[in-house]
Structure formats: structure tokens, C-alpha cells
């Protein structure tokens, strides 16, 4: 079967293909418009559609759009209900609606070819639930899932269990209640752009003090079903509301950290009630904008019941167009096989690098090694611009389009985020090799993806003190050599000359725009950035080469 998943209702527009049960493909809207998320989640956007990745799913699997055997849309408008009815203050969801009704015939418009006939919706959270459910390393027993998000059709929020590929729904919250909702009101209060910015409360939470706490758990509450009930919360009262370039006081931190510590604990209370109504299922799956909170992630795996805690990648709504794929494909007769990584956007081979490089005239050499070129770069404190094989799905740079850097220069966070013109509380993170993972952190382990953080051990926080955050933690990505031979080998090199196992790794873009994709975005970042050597696949390009840097 030949399923291509749509997501375009809310925010984050991406496409998906899934090809007898396999995916082949799947990538964001943003990373070809370069609008960042690709659009504002709002009413009047719903008709939007991720046109441009859906054609490359399909021409880079060399499918014809008339040969789909099924479109599958990520909401389903007849689960819908008036906003009002909801307890939404949002008179205009009825539009969002509208067009939701309206998605076939706007793909067949964008897909020419394409019949109506064939776009089936899925719930939302459903697709959701699939994009954890089915995606996740075979388990050998039953998965729980738990998917947690701003809103949905009618709801914010599903508990069940996939068995043999099924999924047994247990409990969904119903609107208006929501802990996604909740953040992206907390983080408009702090001045930051809801529905984007809420890792940057994550982060601004670890200065503060969790003061508020009391008062949070009396009006964000879980319930003897599986819910949760969320109080109107008058902020104000708590922290004065900031604006976008106001002063950052310790009372924004208080009250950030007091809403991530309750946001913690109710997740904890959920999976724990999860874990009991599914009969004890070893793994739990998670998925939804809250499951990007790596933080709250990290406690459910090291407090909860379950032997494994997996997250999708692309776990906020981009990811629904994967799940909406998944399930229709298990629905239509195929067994899902799960991913082996996020590197499922676009690629460039070397004769196309290398042609883009001649066309913009810059000088170039193939190192024997670009790996150990970079770790020499990197030894010498320089910043690389890494771009290598194809983009990841999902928000995290895991090592194919990445920023990295020194993290033993304890000024290396403040060059980073200069470099990419972000505020300074912002952390950065590291990658390591797998097998040295062990000796440098405390936490979950593999995490291949960068969705937990782990406990830096403390004779190793002064030895990498740039990519170990204020309150002793770092986001890790564990690097393995079988599916991350470069990366592997630059770790190895870099070692063999400073004796750190670790690098830092960053998104390779600049504050407010996507991720870079494409070969030519990676050399208009370099040129305007203070980047030290630009890895583009085997071929390196060095500041110094254009008479400027080290």
C-alpha cells in the first residue's frame, strides 16, 4: 500500500509517505517555504496545505500521484463541535472547520491527479497516537501511549494501548481543558510566540523557583479517570505579563518553573494511571506538542512504571502527518515497521554538492576525511556548520544539519547564541558516542533523538561546562557508529585530540527562521555567520579559504 499523510489543520503543515508499511519519506512545509512552522495556527490558515514537501514524498519514491491508494488527513471535521460548546473562545473555528471539510478537493487541487475519493481523515489524536504507537521499536509486548497537546477535534489529549497494532482507546480529555493550551498561555504571558517559543520557557524554567506550586496544584488537577481539570489562572498575579522585548525578571523564572514542575507532575500522574488501566504495558509512547517537553520526559522515565519511555521525533503536529499514514496503512491491511531514524527529508549526493559549490564560487577541498577535518576545526575552538545526508523530521538537529562547537570553553554558549542571534538563557546540547555515554551522564539511555535531558555527572560538568546547563543537565544525543558513521567518527577524532567525548550540537539555522535544508541555505548561513568550516557532505569550505576567520 501507498499511503501519503497529510498534516495541515493547526500548525506545522508536513507530509508523509508510507509505502507498504515502511516510511520513506516524510518532511515539514517549513523547510521548503521557509516560513518558520510554516504558518500561524489560525482559522484563516487551515486551508494551507504542505503542497511543496507532499510533491517531493512522492517524486523522490518515484510515485505518481494516481498511484496512491490512499491520502490520509491528520483531523477529522465530523468529530468537531462548536467552539463555544468546547469552552474555546474562538469564533472563528468554525472556518477551520469549513476547510477541514473542504481538504479533499483543495489536495486534488494541489495534487493534480489526485482523487478526492482516496483522502480518508483521521483523528487527530489518533494520528498522533499512531506516530508514537507504530513508530517505536517493537516492544514485545503491549505499548501504551499517551499523547498530550494544545487541542484537537474535540479534545487535548489520549490514553491507550496499541495491541498487535491496534489501538484500544482508554481516555481522551475533552476541551477546554488542556496542558497544552495552558503552556502556550503561560508562554504568551512571558512575552514569547505561543504555539513556537514554549522550549524557551522549558529552558528559562531551571533559573527560577517552583514558589508557585501550591497554588498550581490546586488549579491544575488530575481526575480519578485518567484526565485532568485546568482552572482559568490569572498570571498576573503570579508575574507581571512581559513583552516580546521586555526585561526577564526572576518572577517570569518563578513562575515558569512553577508551571513546569506542576505540568511534571500531572504527566507523571497520567502515565502511572496509564500504565494500571492497560494492564502493566512495559513501554510507553508518547507524542503531542507537551511530549517535546524533554524535561517532564526525563521524570516520567525515571519515576514512572515503565521499562521504556520512547517519544516521536517529530512529536508535535508535523508528526501527525507520519501517524495519520501509519494508521490508515495498518487500517488498509499492512504491519508497520518502525523507524530507524528521523533523516527522512531531503539528500544531495556528491556530484550535486559539489556542483552547487562550483556554482557559487567558493573554494572547496575533499579532505580524505571530513569528520577528522572538523574535529580539527573544532579542537581549535572553531564552530562548523555540519550538513550531512538527508534533514531530519521533527524540531531537534540529530546530526545532519547542525551547528557544532568546543564544550570546554565555558564561553562557547555565549558564541552559539550570538552565532544564531537567541537569547542567552537559551542552552545548547551534546552529542556522544553511545558507548561513552555511561561514564559522562545519568539518564535514559539510548536517546538518539535529544528528548530527555540527563544528569551530568559532576566531576565531568566543569570539563564541558558549555553544554551543561544552569541547573547541572544537558539535553544528550547519543551517537551510534552503525547509523551515524560520520558523526561517530568526528566524536572519536575530536577526542583523540582534547580527551572530551563529547561535541556541541545545535540546529544549524539562525533565531526566527526553519532549519537549513538545502545545500545553498548552508552556504548563505555560512557566509553570514561567524562559522569557522562548512561540511557540506565530503567536501569542506573554510573561513580562513575566503580570507577572513582563523
Same mark, same amino acid.
Given at each position: 500500500?501507498?499511503?501519503?499523510?497529510?498534516?495541515?489543520?493547526?500548525?506545522? @503543515?508536513?507530509? $508523509?509517505?508510507?509505502?507498504?508499511?515502511?516510511?520513506?519519506?516524510?518532511?515539514?512545509?517549513?523547510?521548503?517555504?521557509?516560513?518558520?512552522?510554516?504558518? &500561524?495556527?489560525?482559522?484563516?490558515?487551515?486551508?494551507?496545505?504542505?503542497?511543496?514537501?507532499?510533491?517531493?514524498?512522492?517524486? =523522490?519514491?518515484?510515485?505518481?500521484?494516481?498511484?496512491?491508494?490512499?491520502?490520509?488527513?491528520?483531523?477529522?471535521?465530523?468529530?468537531? &463541535?462548536?467552539? $463555544?460548546?468546547?469552552?474555546?473562545?474562538?469564533?472563528?473555528?468554525?472556518?477551520?472547520?469549513?476547510?477541514?471539510?473542504?481538504?479533499?478537493?483543495?489536495?486534488?487541487?494541489? %495534487?493534480?491527479?489526485?482523487? @478526492?475519493?482516496?483522502?480518508?481523515?483521521?483523528?487527530?489524536?489518533?494520528?498522533?497516537?499512531?506516530?508514537?504507537?507504530?513508530?517505536?521499536?517493537?516492544?514485545? !509486548?503491549?505499548?501504551?501511549?499517551?499523547?498530550?497537546?494544545?487541542?484537537?477535534?474535540?479534545? =487535548?489529549?489520549?490514553?491507550?494501548?496499541?495491541?498487535?497494532?491496534?489501538?484500544?482507546?482508554?481516555?481522551?480529555? +475533552?476541551?477546554?481543558?488542556?496542558?497544552?493550551? #495552558? *503552556?502556550?498561555?503561560?508562554?504568551?504571558?512571558?512575552?514569547?510566540?505561543?504555539?513556537?517559543?514554549?522550549?524557551?520557557?522549558?529552558?528559562?524554567?531551571?533559573?527560577?523557583?517552583?514558589?508557585?506550586?501550591?497554588?498550581?496544584?490546586?488549579?491544575?488537577?488530575?481526575?480519578? !479517570?485518567?484526565?485532568?481539570?485546568?482552572?482559568?489562572?490569572?498570571?498576573?498575579?503570579?508575574?507581571?505579563?512581559?513583552?516580546?522585548?521586555?526585561?526577564?525578571?526572576?518572577?517570569?523564572?518563578? #513562575?515558569?518553573? =512553577?508551571?513546569?514542575? /506542576?505540568?511534571?507532575?500531572?504527566?507523571?500522574?497520567?502515565?502511572?494511571?496509564?500504565?494500571?488501566?492497560?494492564?502493566?504495558?512495559?513501554?510507553?509512547?508518547?507524542?503531542?506538542?507537551?511530549?517535546?517537553?524533554?524535561?517532564?520526559?526525563?521524570?516520567?522515565?525515571?519515576?514512572?512504571? *515503565?521499562?521504556?519511555?520512547?517519544?516521536?521525533?517529530?512529536?508535535?503536529?508535523?508528526?501527525?502527518? %507520519?501517524?495519520?499514514?501509519?494508521?490508515?496503512?495498518?487500517?488498509?491491511?499492512?504491519?508497520?515497521?518502525?523507524?530507524?531514524?528521523?533523516?527522512?527529508?531531503?539528500?544531495?549526493?556528491?556530484?550535486?554538492?559539489?556542483?552547487?559549490?562550483?556554482?557559487?564560487?567558493?573554494?572547496?577541498?575533499?579532505?580524505?576525511?571530513?569528520?577528522?577535518?572538523?574535529?580539527?576545526? %573544532?579542537?581549535?575552538?572553531?564552530?562548523?556548520?555540519?550538513?550531512?545526508?538527508?534533514?531530519?523530521?521533527?524540531?531537534?538537529?540529530?546530526?545532519? /544539519?547542525? %551547528?557544532?562547537?568546543?564544550?570546554? !570553553?565555558?564561553?562557547?554558549?555565549?558564541?552559539?547564541?550570538?552565532?544564531?542571534?537567541?537569547?542567552?538563557?537559551? @542552552?545548547?546540547? @551534546?552529542?556522544?558516542?553511545?558507548?561513552?555515554?555511561?561514564?559522562?551522564?545519568?539518564?535514559? *539511555?539510548?536517546?538518539?533523538?535529544? #528528548?530527555?535531558?540527563?544528569?551530568?555527572?559532576?566531576?565531568? +560538568?566543569?570539563?564541558?561546562?558549555?553544554?551543561?546547563?544552569?541547573?547541572?543537565?544537558?539535553?544528550?544525543?547519543?551517537?551510534?557508529?552503525?547509523?551515524?558513521?560520520?558523526?561517530?567518527?568526528?566524536?572519536?577524532?575530536?577526542?583523540?585530540?582534547?580527551?572530551?567525548?563529547?561535541?556541541?550540537?545545535?540546529?544549524?539555522?539562525?533565531?526566527? /527562521?526553519?532549519?537549513? !535544508?538545502?545545500?545553498?541555505?548552508?552556504?548563505?548561513?555560512?557566509?553570514?555567520?561567524?562559522?569557522?568550516?562548512?561540511?557540506?557532505?565530503?567536501?569542506?569550505?573554510?573561513?580562513?579559504?575566503?580570507?577572513?576567520?582563523?
Amino acid at each position: 500500500m501507498r499511503v501519503l499523510g497529510i498534516n495541515a489543520i493547526f500548525h506545522d @503543515p508536513a507530509a $508523509a509517505l508510507v509505502v507498504d508499511g515502511t516510511v520513506v519519506a516524510a518532511a515539514e512545509e517549513e523547510r521548503f517555504s521557509r516560513r518558520k512552522h510554516g504558518k &500561524r495556527p489560525v482559522p484563516f490558515s487551515a486551508w494551507e496545505l504542505p503542497e511543496l514537501s507532499a510533491a517531493w514524498c512522492l517524486a =523522490s519514491a518515484g510515485i505518481d500521484v494516481d498511484s496512491l491508494d490512499a491520502v490520509a488527513y491528520s483531523f477529522d471535521p465530523q468529530l468537531c &463541535r462548536d467552539a $463555544a460548546d468546547l469552552g474555546l473562545s474562538d469564533p472563528w473555528d468554525w472556518l477551520r472547520v469549513d476547510y477541514a471539510k473542504r481538504a479533499p478537493q483543495f489536495l486534488a487541487a494541489a %495534487l493534480p491527479r489526485l482523487d @478526492p475519493e482516496k483522502v480518508r481523515f483521521v483523528p487527530h489524536h489518533v494520528a498522533h497516537a499512531a506516530s508514537a504507537g507504530l513508530a517505536a521499536p517493537p516492544a514485545g !509486548d503491549d505499548t501504551a501511549v499517551l499523547v498530550l497537546d494544545g487541542r484537537g477535534e474535540v479534545a =487535548s489529549h489520549l490514553a491507550g494501548v496499541y495491541r498487535d497494532g491496534r489501538l484500544s482507546p482508554l481516555y481522551a480529555q +475533552q476541551l477546554p481543558h488542556s496542558l497544552g493550551l #495552558l *503552556y502556550e498561555d503561560l508562554t504568551r504571558h512571558l512575552g514569547f510566540l505561543h504555539s513556537s517559543d514554549e522550549y524557551k520557557v522549558m529552558a528559562l524554567a531551571s533559573y527560577g523557583t517552583p514558589k508557585h506550586l501550591g497554588m498550581l496544584r490546586e488549579l491544575v488537577r488530575v481526575t480519578d !479517570d485518567g484526565g485532568f481539570h485546568v482552572e482559568r489562572i490569572d498570571w498576573a498575579s503570579m508575574a507581571k505579563a512581559r513583552t516580546a522585548d521586555g526585561e526577564m525578571t526572576d518572577d517570569h523564572a518563578d #513562575l515558569a518553573a =512553577s508551571v513546569q514542575a /506542576r505540568l511534571e507532575e500531572i504527566i507523571l500522574d497520567l502515565s502511572r494511571w496509564l500504565y494500571d488501566a492497560s494492564g502493566g504495558a512495559g513501554t510507553l509512547a508518547m507524542a503531542g506538542g507537551v511530549a517535546l517537553n524533554c524535561v517532564a520526559n526525563a521524570r516520567i522515565a525515571a519515576e514512572g512504571p *515503565y521499562r521504556d519511555v520512547w517519544v516521536q521525533p517529530a512529536a508535535g503536529d508535523a508528526g501527525t502527518a %507520519l501517524g495519520a499514514a501509519l494508521h490508515l496503512a495498518r487500517e488498509l491491511g499492512d504491519r508497520c515497521v518502525p523507524m530507524t531514524g528521523a533523516d527522512l527529508g531531503r539528500g544531495w549526493s556528491d556530484e550535486e554538492l559539489e556542483a552547487e559549490l562550483r556554482r557559487a564560487a567558493l573554494p572547496y577541498t575533499r579532505p580524505a576525511s571530513i569528520a577528522a577535518e572538523a574535529a580539527r576545526v %573544532l579542537a581549535d575552538n572553531g564552530i562548523v556548520a555540519w550538513h550531512q545526508g538527508r534533514s531530519e523530521y521533527g524540531p531537534r538537529a540529530l546530526g545532519h /544539519r547542525s %551547528l557544532l562547537a568546543h564544550p570546554g !570553553d565555558p564561553d562557547t554558549t555565549r558564541r552559539m547564541n550570538d552565532v544564531k542571534g537567541r537569547e542567552q538563557f537559551r @542552552p545548547i546540547a @551534546p552529542m556522544v558516542r553511545a558507548e561513552r555515554f555511561a561514564e559522562i551522564f545519568e539518564g535514559v *539511555y539510548p536517546s538518539p533523538y535529544m #528528548l530527555f535531558v540527563h544528569r551530568v555527572k559532576p566531576e565531568w +560538568q566543569d570539563r564541558i561546562p558549555a553544554v551543561t546547563h544552569v541547573d547541572g543537565t544537558a539535553r544528550v544525543q547519543t551517537v551510534h557508529p552503525d547509523t551515524a558513521p560520520a558523526v561517530a567518527e568526528l566524536l572519536a577524532e575530536f577526542e583523540r585530540l582534547t580527551g572530551l567525548p563529547v561535541v556541541v550540537n545545535t540546529s544549524l539555522n539562525t533565531a526566527g /527562521r526553519p532549519m537549513v !535544508d538545502t545545500p545553498r541555505e548552508a552556504m548563505e548561513l555560512f557566509g553570514s555567520a561567524p562559522v569557522d568550516l562548512l561540511a557540506l557532505g565530503p567536501f569542506a569550505v573554510h573561513r580562513r579559504a575566503l580570507g577572513g576567520g582563523r
